[in-house]
């Protein structure tokens, strides 16, 4: 028998079929965020204790409370998925927090066929959220095993001396000096990362300033600690690890900290000029900015603030505070999550890097225990959360950091999220802006910047704020020109009532208060000039791109499935360059079947109305994953089974794939491609399939047939693969980390894994001359739409471009100031230089594309 000190049994807490928790589809639970566990899909209607202990939490909503064990163990049972949609309907409490349970007592019941209405599904997750000095042994039962209410389901053990010893507190110390290579320091996506690494590897991981200094140190746990040392680039540092895998996490944290961050997401590098603005002459009525976003407007200045939710000052007692805030911190954890999901499917890294970032901070420890301590002191739980960032930021805002200074509109959207969880309110609806308004505040959150942005503000002008911040980073995302750190007297000035129309240039870097008439019809003019710009792009997004030495491009679109294909067609596409299946497979507890593919492929094809489509079969395997498909493990799975190579293992995906491919019509309008081909062999085999199942169709008809160039392998023998494929197409993504050998995927390799590196580019010349005489050659990576690399593919011969739909009006535009022969002349130099950043100066000097003419383009068109 079991030592009862020593083990924890928790039993099933309702009759049903087990869910491993990395399986539950919801990514807050399977990504483990909240802790490790199981899950059950009840087949009862009624939740029991799985052990003795006290309630420590109820949701409002009735769908998820936690139990705590007398030794600390803290336990969330969290009804269904989505369940806080229902707002507690079918569900009826049968506890509440302080009340002490014993095993098998029962907790709630609920009535299935409600839940089952507004919830995405009933699995049930067990989360053990606070495992104390507890750990807990892998799950005895397997996926789909019926488990009956009441029987043994999980152990925990107490961990012992020994275990102890390997534990992240204790094990081997080590530390490690280095110098801050981050352009933009230490702000809040390297230090969410940093706590990702300390995590992965079990460690405890420290930072101090170096040379030491008394209390000049942070535990990564907490991201404000970490940004409050203020370290930026050039800083010295000592990492401090503790546990048995400390020297692989310093390794990781290392890379992270001394490699410079790529240039899109280092905030500050791209656009925005810091200092040059304020050392400009400023006329008079000039206030001067940092440029965050680049861009001209000219409008009324409107200022823009809203207030915090209201909260109840005075709490109702910690037993019911405290958890309350937990509860709140909870949901916006999990909204977060989903956020940051979501920003990652529709193509949007930034937003998702700050979603995470957002998610990591909330989770930091030394906020809740400020707020916690507050609660204790009688406040509620919102009051306490609002006195906990005001400090907070107050404290980012007097430490003279710019850095620093710049993530409090973080911690303010932070507040203002959890302060709207717990009031009970909806979140308030953005303030109604006049047309044309340049908005002023003293700083915005990232939420209230999406909020607003559906309106279509003129222009931004914050009076604090940053380059560096988040804020900053949505704007030039979403082409809002912004000025930031203008100071008080922008407030002052906003608020004078007779203000009229200003002038923003955030290319010069100023805000013009009072300009005259004159003035104002300059900017109009200049405003006009660049609308112009990007609307002769727009307007002859459906005309052929052809160059100034008269070759004629396809440009087309990139898209994940029926839906972005109307958007590329009404960008002007000339065709679909690459639809990447695998999107449709994705987020699904199996694989779509024949005719729900037929459907989707119809629907692009119809969109196009006859262009041509290129569907790329699945591409599963390394970075795309699909849990139904159960792949093995294996040490490199970027060299392992994917692409093409999946159809020796699972030929029957590829059997129902062509099928509904070839159901579609008309079929000559299709294409089919192949990714991740690295000899002919493969593409002869598809063919063969090809060609069996069509004649038992009995089309008469063949879709055409290409080959993705991934692969050093496959651009050296592009000659072989061109003479069995009837395209090919460069996926630059790929190629570049295969050629380079470094992950995609890795950021602090990000700024290095560049497609302009000479290597990758000899590889392009190589594959275009395999095929010429053969078969076209396209590029659908994303070198395509890289407003250096597209001239230069053009220049090495490639045939067709194809980017994201939004891109496509000022690719053809810069297309048709080209002149790709002269940019030829010029390939072997730029061949010949040792690296990509190099090869970028040297393009950028050779395509001018800072506006001044150049033999091998006009001004280059940025729409
Ligand atoms: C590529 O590798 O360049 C490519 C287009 O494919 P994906 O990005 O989907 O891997
Ligand atoms: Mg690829």
């Not at 204790?49 to 998820?64: K, S």
């Not at 999220?417 to 959150?445: C, F, K, Y």
């Not at 300009?515 to 609307?535: F, H, W, Y």
Request: hydrophobic share 45%.
């Amino acid at each position: 028998m079991s030592d009862p000190s020593q083990t924890l049994i928790l039993q099933s807490p309702v009759e049903g079929i087990v869910v491993p928790l990395s399986e539950v589809p919801d990514p807050v639970f399977a990504g483990l965020s909240l802790g490790e566990g199981i899950a059950i899909d009840p087949l009862g209607g009624c939740l029991h204790a799985p052990c003795d202990g006290e309630i420590v939490q109820c949701a409002r909503t009735r769908h998820a409370l936690t139990l705590r064990t007398d030794a600390g163990v803290e336990l969330l049972l969290h009804l269904g998925l989505d369940t806080v949609e229902l707002e507690g309907q079918g569900i009826e409490l049968m506890v509440s927090v302080g009340d002490s349970v014993r095993a098998g007592d029962p907790l709630c019941r609920f009535d299935a066929d409600v839940l089952a209405l507004g919830a995405s599904a009933l699995i049930t997750p067990l989360v053990v959220t606070e495992p104390a000095a507890w750990h807990l042994l892998p799950p005895r039962h397997s996926k789909g095993e019926r488990v009956a209410l009441g029987e043994e389901l999980l152990v925990l053990t107490r961990t012992s001396a020994e275990q102890d010893e390997a534990a992240t507190t204790k094990g081997p110390l080590m530390e490690r000096c280095l110098t801050l290579a981050l352009a933009a320091g230490l702000h809040a996506r390297p230090a969410a990362r940093l706590r990702a690494i300390a995590r992965e590897y079990g460690v405890n991981l420290e930072v101090h300033l170096e040379p030491a200094t008394e209390g000049a140190g942070a535990n990564v746990e907490s991201l404000s600690a970490l940004m409050n040392l203020g370290l930026v680039a050039g800083s010295a540092l000592r990492l401090r690890a503790q546990g048995t895998r400390g020297e692989a996490a310093l390794d990781a944290a290392e890379a992270l900290l001394t490699t410079p961050e790529a240039k899109e997401h280092a905030a500050g590098t791209t656009q925005a000029v810091p200092t040059q603005a304020f050392e400009k002459e400023l006329e008079t009525g000039e206030l001067a900015g940092l440029i965050a976003s680049q861009g001209l407007a000219t409008g009324p200045l409107i200022v823009c603030r809203p207030p915090l939710p209201s909260v109840p000052y005075d709490g109702e007692g910690e037993s019911v505070e405290s958890p309350r805030l937990k509860q709140a911190l909870n949901r916006i954890s999990d909204d977060l999550a989903k956020a940051e999901v979501q920003a990652t499917h529709q193509g949007q890294p930034a937003e998702a890097e700050i979603f995470a970032a957002h998610g990591a901070w909330l989770e930091d420890p030394n906020l809740a225990a400020e707020a916690e301590a507050r609660i204790s002191d009688g406040r509620s739980a919102g009051q306490a959360w609002r006195e906990a960032l005001d400090a907070e930021a107050e404290r980012l805002a007097a430490s003279g950091n710019d850095l620093l200074a710049a993530r409090v509109a973080d911690l303010r959207d932070l507040q203002r999220r959890v302060m709207v969880a717990l009031s009970g309110d909806n979140q308030e609806a953005a303030p109604e802006l006049p047309e044309g308004a340049i908005l002023v505040a003293e700083d915005l959150t990232p939420s209230e910047l999406v909020a607003v942005a559906d309106q279509h503000p003129a222009g931004l002008c914050l009076s604090g704020g940053g380059t560096t911040s988040h804020v900053a980073i949505l704007a030039r995302a979403r082409g809002i020109p912004c000025l930031v750190a203008m100071g008080q007297a922008l407030l002052e000035a906003a608020h004078e009532a007779a203000l009229g129309s200003v002038i923003l240039d955030a290319e010069k870097g100023c805000l013009a208060l009072k300009p005259t008439p004159m003035q104002l019809a300059e900017m109009a003019e200049r405003i006009e000039a660049r609308r112009q710009q990007a609307e002769t792009a727009r307007a002859a997004a459906h005309e052929p791109a052809i160059t100034l030495d008269g070759r004629t491009v396809e440009v087309r679109a990139n898209i994940g499935g029926a839906e972005e294909a109307c958007l590329a067609a009404a960008s002007g596409a000339d065709g679909v360059g690459l639809l990447r299946s695998e999107f449709l497979f994705l987020g699904r507890d199996s694989a779509p079947d024949e005719a729900t593919q037929r459907e989707e492929y119809q629907a692009a094809l119809t969109a196009l109305d006859g262009k041509p489509v290129i569907i790329r079969t699945l591409d599963i395997g390394a970075d795309k994953q699909l849990p139904y498909l159960r792949l093995p493990t294996v040490p490199n799975p970027a060299l392992g089974v994917r692409g093409v190579r999946l159809w020796q293992s699972q030929p029957e995906l590829l059997e129902t794939q062509l099928r509904a491919i070839l159901g579609v019509t008309p079929l000559k309008a299709l294409h089919i491609m192949l990714p991740m081909v690295s000899e002919a062999a493969e593409l002869r085999e598809v063919r063969q399939r090809l060609e069996t199942l069509a004649a038992e169709l009995g089309l008469s008809e063949r879709p055409r047939l290409g080959a993705m160039i991934e692969v050093p392998s496959a651009a050296l023998c592009a000659a072989s693969l061109a003479d069995e494929a009837d395209f090919l197409s460069i996926g630059t993504n790929d190629l570049t980390q295969y050629t380079l050998a470094m992950d995609r995927e890795d950021p602090a390799l990000a700024s290095r894994a560049d497609v302009l590196h000479p290597a990758v580019l000899r590889l392009i010349q190589a594959t275009v001359a395999g095929a010429a005489k053969r078969c076209p050659v396209g590029v659908c990576g994303s070198a395509a739409s890289d407003e250096l690399a597209a001239p230069l593919l053009v220049a090495l011969g490639v045939d067709e471009l194809s980017v994201e739909p939004a891109r496509i009006p000022a690719v053809k535009a810069a297309l048709r100031h080209l002149d790709t022969a002269a940019l030829a002349a010029n390939i072997p130099e730029l061949l010949a230089l040792p690296d990509a950043v190099s090869v970028r100066l040297r393009l950028g000097e050779l395509l001018a594309l800072d506006n001044e003419a150049s033999p091998i383009t006009t001004p280059f068109a940025r729409c």
